[in-house]
């Protein structure tokens, strides 16, 4: 498989082929959902909170007397049933959602990401990416001739560098739809929500982790 090259003038290259080892194989879908799952879960919070009725701030005193009333027998008013009362089986604070898969699909589940992108014609590489320089018109502009060329359907740009280069990022900071990541500490969902550029070196990078 290759793939559309450009240098950091957003000229065309010849296309650059992509290493088998990443790109060879059909991309594993079921994998790809399920290790979405697992992050999205994992960067939930548990911020829910309902009280008991211990923590219900209610007279002790019993509610009505125990016989006579014709009326079920109850003790305080911070009883569940009660309008105010505290709440039963209601959230902690201290729910887990935390899940986990091994590190064997994580890579699959990575390498996945990228082979459907780049079967989708959403992965381009670009030739020394991290030492692009200038100001954030350079770079939208730069990005724009490469959308215009390609017709890109995906506006929003995922940039993965060898190295974070702060003078990219900085550049980049003030665009919205432009994210950058680190090679080294790629995972499958960040890939997911738009075209993926790959520096040269960032490519080299993933291939020797994903092997």
Not at 17 to 34: H, V, Y
Not at 106 to 132: R, T
Request: proline fraction near 3%; charged fraction near 30%.
């Amino acid at each position: 498989m290759n793939t559309d090259f450009f240098d950091i003038k957003a000229n065309k290259k010849e296309k650059i082929i992509l290493p088998k080892s990443i790109f060879g194989e059909e991309p594993n879908m079921a994998l790809l959902a399920q290790a979405v799952r697992v992050y999205l879960s994992n960067q939930r919070q548990s911020p829910a909170k309902t009280k008991t009725r211990s923590e219900i701030r209610f007279s002790t005193k019993k509610i009505w007397k125990q016989k006579g009333t014709g009326r079920a027998r109850h003790g305080a008013k911070s009883a569940p049933q009660f309008v105010k009362g505290g709440v039963a089986h209601g959230p902690t604070g201290e729910q887990n959602y935390s899940l986990s898969i091994n590190k064997k699909m994580k890579k699959i589940a990575l390498k996945s990401a990228l082979a459907f992108k780049a079967k989708e014609k959403q992965l381009i590489v670009i030739e020394d990416l991290e030492k692009m320089t200038g100001k954030t018109k350079d770079l939208a502009k730069f990005l724009d001739k490469i959308n215009k060329e390609l017709k890109l359907k995906n506006k929003n740009y995922n940039l993965i560098l060898a190295d974070k280069s702060q003078e990219l990022i900085k550049i980049g900071s003030n665009i919205p739809n432009v994210n950058f990541f680190d090679a080294n500490k790629l995972t499958a969902y960040m890939l997911l929500k738009g075209c993926v550029f790959l520096s040269k070196d960032s490519l080299k990078i993933l291939e020797t982790n994903l092997k």
